[in-house]
């Protein structure tokens, strides 16, 4: 059964003026125009014309009058009477006499071009609010949308308990028209299924529910191996084949909302129209959630790995800077011999030892061998070194994401 969800504090609020009303809106709905100073200009006495006044820009602001116009904002009161010059305290004469301002409040409405909700047009907002409570769950913006509804239509606003009782069943009607949509999915195997999310495992005592809400904290490679399971686990359950096309997108997400943000046992306590819901939209939310995660942690490791191996290289250079260095001085002294045209080839290679022992100039070149660096030089080499730490996700990682 549908029931209120506003507190009599905010009943009373919202069957008032505002304490404040902004100075843009009152230029744009306390400011009269000439078609407005006519009408208004048909009353006789100062009093009158300002209540008169009053209620038309009350309702084209609010889209309806509250009972007692001495509760108005002293600046709208104030701003109204200015354009009439007359005193903002003569408002307080106003409404002796009910029939008086029932009159004016019905001149007022076809001066504006407002009428009272028919029948018709109370099964329109019924349709309407329905249609709106698919897209948004949330009572009081709801509540909001069919006042701003009402008023573009220029229908007099209803009463706001009224109105609470048409979004309260609006809301209920969403959801039961949320599990008539959801139902040709539900079946037997697959809402056993979704009860046994809730269900905690005997050995870990934790529930897949809660697994699936768990995220992933770095781009380690536990945590993508962790991550590419719940894809698999979710792939292995369907979930990616799912038809969730008759739900609105920001209905979908809003249960999704609910499902990350629940407990076991407050899932549990819901009744299965409103518990299965939930848990679908979930599942295909985290399918899409933790498919997006494990990319970018891929994508992060495979980075992280990149950046370790360039400085890797560049502390190798400067490691070997000073070895270089002694190895060029070593070769330029051979290319030194070797293109002196006094030393006779048979003597090239005496004088070479000379200057260059046989043994330092082997050790030389063994060192050489590990100074060579492939080319282009992009520490791929460097990065190959990490093959054994992305051989622990990327096979899985590449099974699961095809």
Same mark, same amino acid.
Request: hydrophobic share 40%; charged share 25%; with cysteine.
């Given at each position: ?7 009599? &504090?905010?009943?009373?609020? =919202? ?31 100062? %009093?009158?014309?300002?209540?008169? /006044? ?33 005193? #903002?305290?003569?408002? &307080? ?11 004016? +409040? ?14 018709? @047009?109370?099964? /329109? ?50 959801? @039961?028209?949320?599990?008539?949509? =959801?139902?040709?999915? $539900? ?28 995220? /992933?904290?770095? #781009? ?6 962790? !991550? ?5 686990? $979710? ?35 819901? &009744? ?33 790995? %990149? ?16 070895? !270089? ?24 290679? &005496? ?5 260059? #022992? ?5 050790? /030389? ?15 791929? @080499? ?7 730490? +992305?051989?622990?996700?990327? #096979?899985?990682?590449?099974?699961? +994401?095809?």
């Amino acid at each position: 059964m549908p029931i209120g969800f506003l507190t009599t &504090a905010e009943r009373e609020r =919202l069957s008032r003026f505002p304490e404040h009303i902004p100075e843009d809106d009152l230029s744009v709905f306390f400011l009269l125009s000439e078609a407005d100073h006519q009408a208004v200009n048909h009353q006789h006495d100062d %009093h009158t014309r300002l209540g008169f /006044a009053l209620q038309l820009c009350t309702l084209r602001y609010l889209g309806f009058v509250p009972h007692d116009l001495g509760t108005a904002p002293s600046s709208a009161v104030g701003y109204v009477a200015e354009q009439l010059h007359v005193l #903002p305290e003569i408002i &307080a004469a106003y409404g002796s006499r009910i029939a008086t301002r029932t009159t004016h +409040l019905q001149q007022v409405q076809r001066h504006l071009g407002f009428r009272r909700a028919t029948p018709l @047009d109370v099964y /329109a907002l019924h349709t309407w609010l329905l249609k709106r409570a698919l897209e948004h769950d949330k009572p009081a913006l709801l509540l909001q949308l069919a006042c701003d509804k009402l008023r573009r239509e220029h229908i007099v606003r209803l009463g706001i308990t009224r109105l609470e009782r048409f979004v309260a069943t609006a809301r209920q009607q969403a959801h @039961d028209e949320t599990w008539r949509r =959801l139902e040709p999915l $539900l079946s037997t195997e697959r809402q056993a299924f979704l009860d046994g999310l809730l269900t905690p495992e005997p050995t870990t005592g934790r529930t897949s529910h809660s697994w699936l809400r768990q995220e /992933a904290v770095s #781009p380690a490679a536990s945590q993508i191996s962790a !991550t590419l399971n719940k894809i698999g686990f $979710l792939q292995d359950a369907g979930v990616n084949q799912w038809d969730l096309s008759s739900l609105n997108p920001n209905r979908a997400k809003w249960l999704a909302q609910i499902g990350w943000k629940s407990t076991n046992q407050y899932l549990q306590r819901m &009744a299965p129209e409103r518990r299965y819901p939930v848990l679908v939209a979930f599942l295909q939310q985290a399918l899409l959630h933790h498919t997006d995660v494990a990319v970018e942690l891929f994508d992060q490791c495979v980075w992280d790995c %990149h950046s370790e191996a360039k400085q890797e290289l560049e502390g190798f250079r400067k490691a070997v800077a000073q070895s !270089t260095n002694e190895k060029l001085t070593l070769f330029r002294e051979l290319g030194h011999v070797l293109l002196d045209d006094e030393i006779d080839d048979p003597d090239v290679r &005496a004088v070479s030892f000379e200057r260059v #022992p046989k043994k330092a100039l082997q050790e /030389a070149i063994d060192e050489t061998q590990s100074l060579i660096r492939p080319r282009p030089d992009d520490a791929i @080499d460097f990065f190959g070194k990490r093959y054994s730490y +992305l051989r622990q996700f990327v #096979p899985l990682f590449l099974h699961t +994401l095809t």
